[in-house]
């Protein structure tokens, strides 16, 4: 039987609770890693972090909104953590490193038994610019439980959760759980209400999730020390999605007077970022 692909190697180091390098932000849990296996940067505090997560099966929908976020949260020096699976965790890990950003990885395996096979390149890459981490020192994943494990540290490492499309019984739906529960801010993509993939975000928006439809609705949820580094120019720019808004409503987002927001978009049109619509409106420019 041919050999399983090994992730690319960095020295890996084992961190255990108290210890330098060990996230601060997982003593929150009932139950820390005993043991955290890392490969690459420095973990963020999660005031500087955003879990993005998702179905595997995501629509083209989903998998546009996942990295529209992650490309803008990145660019803002917003670390971007999800768990590697197929869907929208991929996308938004392509996505912030595309953006010349840092992302973390959580898997429920070995760092050199990636799961997914297929995601072991992509792991590869996290390490040169973010890094991997799992609480698994050899082999697996053992069992559906080991998603559920990885979920909480997920949870755990960010100051908000995003979910972009769940199913009724997606695993993104318990690190929302997990992240209500810490005290995190847990956001909700809304979506087709005739899919299934929107039923758990639906289900999330009715128990008070805040709805996200772009950067600035993330940054607005994470603690002061993130909105420290935020302005009202990077606010109008993650508020610029592919749907045109009109100069208002972009203001209103970006927290400038309508005429210095019309000032920053012409500017924004001149570096290729915005597009200037009839009636007014903007809208990002499409990569």
Known sequence: MRERPRAETAIARALAPGEHGYPEALRDLKDPPLRLYVRGD?????????????????????????????????????????????GVDAAAHEAALASGGRTLAVIPSALDRVTPVAHTALAARIVRSGALMSEVAEGGPFGRGAFVRRNRIIAALAGATVVVEAGEASGALATAAIARALGRAVLAVPGDVDRPGAQGT?????????????????????????????TPES????????????????AEASGMPVADTLARLLRLQWSGIAVAHPGGRWSRRDA
């Open 42 to 86: 420095a973990i963020p505090a999660p005031a500087r972090a955003v879990a993005i997560v998702g179905t595997r099966t995501a629509t083209p929908y989903g998998l546009r909104l996942a990295s529209r976020l992650a490309a803008d949260l990145a660019a803002r020096g917003i670390v971007v953590v999800s768990g590697l699976a197929r």
């Open 235 to 250: 606010r109008l720019e993650a508020a610029l999605g592919s749907l045109p808004r009109d100069v208002t409503a972009l």
């Open 202 to 230: 639906l289900s999330l928006l009715r128990q008070g999730a805040r709805p996200c439809a772009d950067a600035a609705d993330v940054l607005a949820s994470l603690p002061a020390a993130a909105q420290a580094s935020d």
